[in-house]
């Protein structure tokens, strides 16, 4: 699966320019905010009408931003770069639905991939209204819950938000990892300007704690699988905290324990067998395995749900799978 039947023609992206964006020119902010097309490029587009703010076309290049307002833009012939698209549903009732997505695909729309998200796809195939009650990173496989209707959107929204749903994650770490760890480290971004989304852990951030527990040595000797259970669910947490703790994640390009080396190893274009040596492989080695919801709404989503790993994953055979 790639893109849905239907789903090759002109397509519209909506987005809010950012209040920091104001006194810019529309075309500086296109070209610095999605540089997947030049100065020229995004030129040609803006005098041909395709960039619209709040809701009326504009055609002046120059047209000074006040930040904060609606942006659409219409892409007639863009092709999105191919992503794994190949979820499959893992448990389903009336108001929602356990998704199990591959790893690379995005649940939401980014600057080059619209309609090949989870999101996009799952309205498509079953209508509008269905929505993520929380998040997954683009990277990460496994396990995400959508919802639909009134009641249970909320009740989602407010558990997650509160630190009521236990949530299990199955990890490939690098080193040997014996005894179970508690990483209790806050997390705030790393202020690196060359990896502006990259995080760390230490002081003055977000209270984060993520318990590791050892399920045995990868048979191919790269290292400790593990069952990762975040108390918070803080943007990179696992990754940040095995990082933090010496066990980066295999295949992590953000936190391979070297400063996002692989990362910007792939950012400068370099061969991906260069940047897949650095970070240990060539996918992130995390995936959403568990859900567990304490009393849920009578009659809507099961108690406990899981995603299987990937099929290509060989975990060790004495693994004990903890509960």
């Known amino acids: 699966m790639a893109l849905l039947p239907g789903d090759d023609g002109p397509y519209v992206f909506e987005s809010q320019v950012p209040p ?9 902010y296109l070209v610095t905010r999605f540089t997947y097309r030049d100065d020229k490029s995004w030129r040609e587009r803006i005098l041909a009408g395709d960039i619209s703010m709040g809701g009326s076309p504009s055609s002046d290049p120059m047209l000074i931003l006040n930040g904060g307002e609606g942006m659409a833009c219409l892409h007639r012939d863009y092709v999105e770069p191919q992503v794994p698209t190949d979820w499959t549903i893992a448990a389903m009732g009336e108001d ?80 040997i990892l014996t005894e179970s760890v508690n990483i209790d480290l806050p997390i705030s971004l790393a202020g690196d300007p060359r990896i502006p989304l990259r995080r760390r852990a230490g002081s003055g951030g977000q209270e ?23 108390k918070q669910g803080r943007t990179h947490q696992i990754r940040v905290h095995c990082e933090a703790a010496g066990h980066p994640i295999l295949g992590d390009l953000l936190y391979d324990g070297k400063g996002g080396a692989a990362y910007l190893q792939r950012a ?56």
Do not use: C
């Open 208 to 230: 984060a704690s993520t318990f590791l527990i050892p399920l045995g040595a990868d048979p191919d000797g790269r290292g400790t699988w593990v069952s990762a259970r975040p």
């Open 20 to 28: 920091e964006a104001a006194g810019r020119t529309m075309l500086e």
């Open 268 to 323: 400068a274009g370099e061969d991906p067998s260069t940047w897949r040596e650095t970070s240990g492989a060539s996918r992130l080695h995390l995936h959403a395995w568990r859900l567990r919801f304490a009393d849920p709404p009578p009659g809507t989503l099961s108690q406990e749900l899981s995603a299987p790993p990937p099929a290509s994953w060989l975990l060790p055979r004495e693994a004990s799978f903890p509960d």
């Open 96 to 175: 929602w639905m356990a998704v199990s997505k591959p790893s690379g695909m995005p649940v939401h729309s980014t600057p080059r991939i619209y309609r090949q998200t989870l999101v996009w796809q799952v309205r498509r195939l079953w209508g509008e209204g269905w929505t993520p009650a929380h998040r997954l990173d683009r990277d990460t496989s496994g396990l995400i819950v959508f919802s639909r209707g009134n009641r249970l959107p909320r009740w989602l929204g407010r558990a997650f938000s509160r630190s009521a749903v236990g949530k299990e994650y199955l990890a490939l770490v690098r080193g």
